[in-house]
């Protein structure tokens, strides 16, 4: 009895172990079930020349198709230690004639049943459907990487370069170029660049920064699969919303929520936040150079989580952060256009998003190139620090392009400043269009007097140009301030960018901390506004970030031989500051020499006056050099800070 009941608990044991064993894999791998489990793979040293296999990927619609590969060879440490790819034939589906397609970038390639790699690049001008194909193996070590977020670049136009005005023409162009992965030996990644709401100008500054740009648009709902199944097309978003930017290739390997694609990197940035979208293929387009897919973008079903050089690696069901941007843009008295995007939060990237939607907005909105003028009005909203209001004007042929670009500049030195991380948490920027240019141009100016008195108030007259108008004349009064020194004193007057330019020369200031690097920017004039420095020879140091125009010359001289080197010694001072808003914008920028004599008392003394009103006390230089060095005056077609 006791043997058969001993059998009986065994065989109890027996049944019921697995049956918990299953119940504990399924709670355990619950989030995993709701993906494919992974493919069997091959190792790239059992790959061999004349091997044959096949690869899925859309060439129209969204339900991946078959085409045939044939292994050419392994190129080993070809692009770099332990870096081999696979190169393969690729036939079927028109391959032959159109060759391989930008878009095509990630389609699984399997050999003897196994997944293999994924095509990554090829060659443009070949004649025949030749490609690089990543390993999966090395695309598969992706999903199991960490890693710090990069290092942030420096600013795309330092702070110093910002205020004075000096932003490089082509500053959008080279910020975007930075966005297409290269491989050596001029072979090209097989990602499409897919875009919407881009109009012609726009799209040309796309295409010549990024290569394979195409317009497309959105998908319908249902149109694109949400599985993301092998084969399947994805893409990567940038831009969402009114405009769009994505770049499009193929799903390599999907297990559980983890996707893998592309087969090269997609920004090289190593850990990454971007959204992944689904994608709908409208067709192939043959083309002598490099063919390529023409896409419909769908909607957000997960996030980039890698971007290295075996590939990009994403989770279905992640956020990732993007930054809300509106762009506002009234032409005459229209009502205003308004549009709305969400940009990808990259600080690397972010700023020329924001550059490129604007130009973008512009051309949607009424024209980018052509005589012009623009008010603009910008406000960065700033985690933790509040926000920044920017007002500038532009005028002339490139004022859609210097607009944009001023932005992308500004935008850039926020994010990727030296001093502090720093993140938007939105962008706003209104835009007001005129058809022709509105700047006058500042010729001349002249006092009613040159011999001058502290505190005495004295009338500028000043000489201006209407843009192809007649000379008109405009007055400034003025009080001067009440401590001034006896001798030179100068009146430079001119519009806002330029002043603020001549500021910055005649009381130079590197920022320490961001604090300070803001309050330099929100100091900020436009164009519209006319504007007075009063200038006059004297001694002061700047340290640390901060001006001290007056010291004592031996307070001077002991922080001037301190060991911190913080301290940079000023030859002039500002003595006062006028600002007058304009009905138009001002460019140019011109100076008013005066004589300041001091009134001194009469004393009682013995042997005559003492003082009377003397003209030697404090004789200053002029600050002639320190104001040409900060001059700035442009003709009609410059934009400004």
């Given at each position: 009895?006791?043997?058969?009941?001993?059998?009986?608990?065994?065989?109890?044991?027996?049944?019921?172990?697995?049956?918990?064993?299953?119940?504990?894999?399924?709670?355990?791998?619950?989030?995993?079930?709701?993906?494919?489990?992974?493919?069997?793979?091959?190792a790239v040293e059992e790959i061999k020349p004349g091997q044959r296999g096949?690869?899925?990927?859309?060439?129209?619609?969204?339900?991946?198709?078959?085409?045939?590969?044939?292994?050419?060879?392994?190129?080993?440490?070809?692009?770099?230690?332990?870096?081999?790819?696979?190169?393969?034939?690729?036939?079927?589906?028109?391959?032959?004639?159109?060759?391989?397609?930008?878009?095509?970038?990630?389609?699984?390639?399997?050999?003897?049943?196994?997944?293999?790699?994924?095509?990554?690049?090829?060659?443009?001008?070949?004649?025949?459907?030749?490609?690089?194909?990543?390993?999966?193996?090395?695309?598969?070590?992706?999903?199991?990487?960490?890693?710090?977020?990069?290092?942030?670049?420096?600013?795309?136009?330092?702070?110093?370069?910002?205020?004075?005005?000096?932003?490089?023409?082509?500053?959008?162009?080279?910020?975007?170029?930075?966005?297409?992965?290269?491989?050596?030996?001029?072979?090209?990644?097989?990602?499409?660049?897919?875009?919407?709401?881009?109009?012609?100008?726009?799209?040309?500054?796309?295409?010549?920064?990024?290569?394979?740009?195409?317009?497309?648009?959105?998908?319908?709902?249902?149109?694109?699969?949400?599985?993301?199944?092998?084969?399947?097309?994805?893409?990567?978003?940038?831009?969402?919303?009114?405009?769009?930017?994505?770049?499009?290739?193929?799903?390599?390997?999907?297990?559980?929520?983890?996707?893998?694609?592309?087969?090269?990197?997609?920004?090289?940035?190593?850990?990454?936040?971007?959204?992944?979208?689904?994608?709908?293929?409208?067709?192939?387009?043959?083309?002598?150079?490099?063919?390529?897919?023409?896409?419909?973008?769908?909607?957000?079903?997960?996030?980039?989580?890698?971007?290295?050089?075996?590939?990009?690696?994403?989770?279905?069901?992640?956020?990732?952060?993007?930054?809300?941007?509106?762009?506002?843009?009234?032409?005459?008295?229209?009502?205003?256009?308004?549009?709305?995007?969400?940009?990808?939060?990259?600080?690397?990237?972010?700023?020329?998003?924001?550059?490129?939607?604007?130009?973008?907005?512009?051309?949607?909105?009424?024209?980018?190139?052509?005589?012009?003028?623009?008010?603009?009005?910008?406000?960065?909203?700033?985690?933790?620090?509040?926000?920044?209001?920017?007002?500038?004007?532009?005028?002339?042929?490139?004022?859609?392009?210097?607009?944009?670009?001023?932005?992308?500049?500004?935008?850039?030195?926020?994010?990727?400043?030296?001093?502090?991380?720093?993140?938007?948490?939105?962008?706003?920027?209104?835009?007001?269009?005129?058809?022709?240019?509105?700047?006058?141009?500042?010729?001349?100016?002249?006092?009613?007097?040159?011999?001058?008195?502290?505190?005495?108030?004295?009338?500028?007259?000043?000489?201006?140009?209407a843009y192809r108008g007649e000379k008109f004349r405009r007055s400034l009064?003025?009080?001067?301030?009440?401590?001034?020194?006896?001798?030179?004193?100068?009146?430079?007057?001119?519009?806002?960018?330029?002043?603020?330019?001549?500021?910055?020369?005649?009381?130079?200031?590197?920022?320490?901390?961001?604090?300070?690097?803001?309050?330099?920017?929100?100091?900020?004039?436009?164009?519209?506004?006319?504007?007075?420095?009063?200038?006059?020879?004297?001694?002061?140091?700047?340290?640390?970030?901060?001006?001290?125009?007056?010291?004592?010359?031996?307070?001077?001289?002991?922080?001037?031989?301190?060991?911190?080197?913080?301290?940079?010694?000023?030859?002039?001072?500002?003595?006062?500051?006028?600002?007058?808003?304009?009905?138009?914008?001002?460019?140019?920028?011109?100076?008013?020499?005066?004589?300041?004599?001091?009134?001194?008392?009469?004393?009682?003394?013995?042997?005559?006056?003492?003082?009377?009103?003397?003209?030697?006390?404090?004789?200053?230089?002029?600050?002639?050099?320190?104001?040409?060095?900060?001059?700035?005056?442009?003709?009609?077609?410059?934009?400004?800070?």
């Open positions: 009895m006791k043997r058969q009941l001993m059998a009986l608990i065994l065989l109890f044991t027996a049944l019921a172990v697995p049956a918990l064993a299953a119940d504990s894999a399924s709670s355990t791998n619950s989030a995993a079930a709701s993906g494919p489990a992974p493919m069997p793979t091959i096949y690869g899925l990927s859309v060439f129209a619609g969204s339900e991946p198709e078959r085409f045939e590969v044939e292994v050419v060879g392994v190129m080993r440490n070809n692009l770099g230690p332990n870096t081999s790819y696979i190169l393969g034939r690729l036939t079927g589906k028109g391959l032959e004639r159109i060759g391989v397609a930008n878009g095509m970038s990630g389609s699984p390639v399997f050999i003897d049943g196994k997944l293999a790699g994924a095509v990554a690049f090829s060659w443009p001008f070949s004649h025949e459907a030749i490609a690089g194909i990543t390993p999966i193996d090395a695309m598969r070590q992706l999903s199991g990487l960490g890693g710090m977020v990069p290092a942030t670049p420096p600013p795309p136009v330092e702070l110093k370069s910002l205020l004075a005005g000096q932003i490089p023409k082509d500053l959008l162009e080279r910020e975007l170029s930075r966005l297409r992965p290269t491989f050596a030996g001029g072979a090209l990644p097989m990602v499409q660049w897919a875009t919407s709401g881009f109009g012609e100008r726009s799209q040309g500054v796309l295409q010549r920064a990024l290569g394979s740009t195409t317009p497309a648009g959105k998908a319908l709902p249902g149109a694109a699969s949400k599985s993301l199944t092998l084969g399947g097309a994805v893409g990567a978003v940038l831009v969402d919303g009114d405009f769009q930017l994505a770049a499009i290739g193929t799903v390599t390997d999907r297990y559980g929520d983890q996707v893998l694609a592309f087969g090269h990197p997609f920004l090289g940035l190593g850990p990454i936040k971007v959204p992944m979208a689904t994608a709908e293929v409208v067709t192939v387009l043959s083309n002598q150079y490099s063919s390529f897919k023409i896409a419909n973008v769908g909607e957000t079903v997960g996030a980039f989580e890698q971007d290295r050089k075996a590939g990009i690696q994403g989770r279905i069901g992640q956020s990732a952060p993007m930054v809300p941007m509106k762009l506002r843009i009234r032409m005459g008295d229209q009502e205003p256009r308004e549009f709305n995007m969400r940009l990808a939060e990259v600080p690397q990237f972010t700023p020329m998003l924001v550059g490129s939607s604007v130009l973008a907005g512009l051309e949607a909105a009424s024209y980018v190139s052509g005589t012009q003028s623009l008010d603009m009005t910008a406000r960065f909203r700033l985690k933790g620090h509040g926000d920044l209001e920017l007002r500038q004007s532009f005028d002339g042929d490139n004022a859609g392009t210097d607009v944009a670009t001023f932005i992308l500049a500004v935008a850039g030195y926020l994010v990727q400043n030296p001093l502090e991380q720093v993140s938007f948490e939105s962008v706003d920027v209104e835009l007001s269009q005129a058809p022709q240019p509105l700047a006058a141009s500042l010729v001349g100016a002249h006092a009613d007097r040159t011999v001058v008195h502290p505190g005495e108030r004295i009338n500028l007259n000043l000489d201006l140009v009064t003025l009080d001067l301030p009440e401590d001034l020194p006896a001798g030179r004193y100068a009146l430079v007057v001119g519009d806002g960018a330029s002043i603020d330019a001549t500021r910055l020369a005649i009381e130079p200031s590197d920022p320490v901390t961001f604090e300070q690097a803001l309050r330099l920017l929100r100091s900020f004039h436009s164009r519209r506004d006319l504007m007075v420095l009063g200038v006059h020879a004297g001694s002061g140091l700047s340290v640390a970030g901060e001006v001290m125009p007056h010291l004592p010359g031996s307070v001077r001289s002991l922080w001037s031989a301190a060991a911190s080197g913080s301290a940079s010694p000023l030859r002039s001072t500002i003595a006062q500051e006028y600002r007058e808003e304009m009905e138009v914008p001002v460019d140019g920028l011109v100076k008013v020499d005066l004589e300041v004599r001091r009134r001194e008392p009469v004393t009682g003394k013995e042997g005559g006056k003492e003082g009377g009103e003397a003209g030697s006390e404090g004789q200053a230089a002029p600050a002639t050099s320190a104001v040409a060095a900060g001059k700035t005056s442009s003709k009609g077609g410059k934009g400004g800070r």
